[in-house]
């Protein structure tokens, strides 16, 4: 065979197909021989198979399972990460660490995935060396983030619309520490954002919250309306403005009891009072698409309430900080970094949800509620 090299005749002879169970041995047997931490158990391997959102390949070679790659998707975005590489040491330099990467990116753009993110130990200059050359860039480090605490560098690609115009905002990222402080965290995320020396902390996320709840919010925790972040945001020397689909109070299509009702309504009026005599602008209808664009472009941050129906199956009201858009995305922060989800500030950071998708989803509740906070630096 001329020209032809025995690499090429390896590379030839691999069979590409998706994982099953039946190969949990063997993906235990190759995780274990390729990584000394951070592996991947039976159970994890289990759970990616049968219930993750997610692509999981493996490649064979004579019969035998040599690599795999396992691709998450964010649900309801277009963003898919690259969770994991692993080939055997006997087939490595064939170049089939390179075609696993092409296979992964090939079908995130079936899924309409806009990037592919990824995290990679800063020792492993061979994965490094790889992705820089396939048109990975570096965005970012999360601290602590291997089991021998060493950091872990974020990559990632846009494999889709690449020469999109963006308008958008480079937004600090803050993941929310309980169930009910998505709006602190949100509110957190924009302020740093507009003046770089405001610290974050969960002593200021939870006063934040303190100051911004409606008391009752469906049958659980207490959580923040626009009324009330805008005064915490006010009190705090940012300028506020609300846009908001209905009048009256918020989040009470989902409470029976008539006393919490009572409630909602009496801490309803108190900020609808509050914001009158602040002077912060409340305009009763929903901000469309193209203003957010606008107020970005202006230097402004908008947050936005959405339902969580669209991430996670789940009817919860939700805020996001919307960082940024373009002709076919919206690019948000979501506070909530779920690890029962598997989710790091690489999956909810500049995240991208097509615009028809977004306008569902930041539509919340039988009453179709729509709010958004613009929130800009104090004249």
Sequence with gaps: MSGTTASSVRAAAVHYRPAGESDLDALVALENACFDTDRL??????????????????????????????????????LARLYSIAVSNGHRGMGLARSLLGRAESEAVKHDCVYMRLEVHPKNER????????????????????????????????????????????????????P?????????????????????SRSLELQLWRE??????????????????????????????????????????????????????????DFMRQTREIGIPLRHRPVSLDEMAQAIDGGAIPITLVSTYRFANSKVPHWVVVVGIDERFVYINDP????????????????????????????????????????RRHA
Excluded at 58 to 75: P, Q, S, T, W
Excluded at 142 to 162: C, T
């Design 41 to 78: 158990t039976r159970r994890n391997f289990a759970w990616m198979i049968r219930k993750a959102h997610a692509w999981f390949e493996v490649a064979e070679c004579g019969g035998e399972l040599i690599a795999y790659v396992l691709v998450l998707f964010h649900r309801g975005t277009s």
């Design 127 to 178: 994965a490094i060396a790889m992705y820089e050359q396939a048109g990975y860039y570096r965005f970012g480090l999360l601290q602590r983030y291997y089991d021998d605490q060493s950091d872990a560098l974020r990559y990632e690609k846009r494999i889709l619309y690449p020469r999109s115009r963006q308008i958008s905002r480079k937004i600090p990222f803050y993941s929310q520490t309980t």
């Design 180 to 200: 009910f402080t998505c709006g602190p965290a949100c509110l957190m995320m924009a302020m740093k954002a507009l003046r770089s020396s405001m610290g974050l």
């Design 212 to 269: 911004a709840t409606t008391i009752f919010m469906m049958a659980g925790h207490g959580g923040c309306g626009p009324h009330g972040l805008a005064l915490a945001a006010q009190r705090r020397r940012f300028a506020a403005e609300i846009y908001l689909s209905h009048k009256g109070p918020l989040f009470v299509e989902g409470v029976r009891s008539a006393e919490k009702k009572a409630v909602i309504e009496l801490v309803h009026k």
């Design 336 to 375: 909530d970094t779920d690890p029962k989800h598997l989710r790091t500030p690489t999956d909810n950071t500049n995240l991208p949800v097509a615009r028809k998708q977004f306008e569902r989803m930041s539509s919340f509740g039988g009453r179709r509620l729509r709010a958004t906070l613009i929130l």
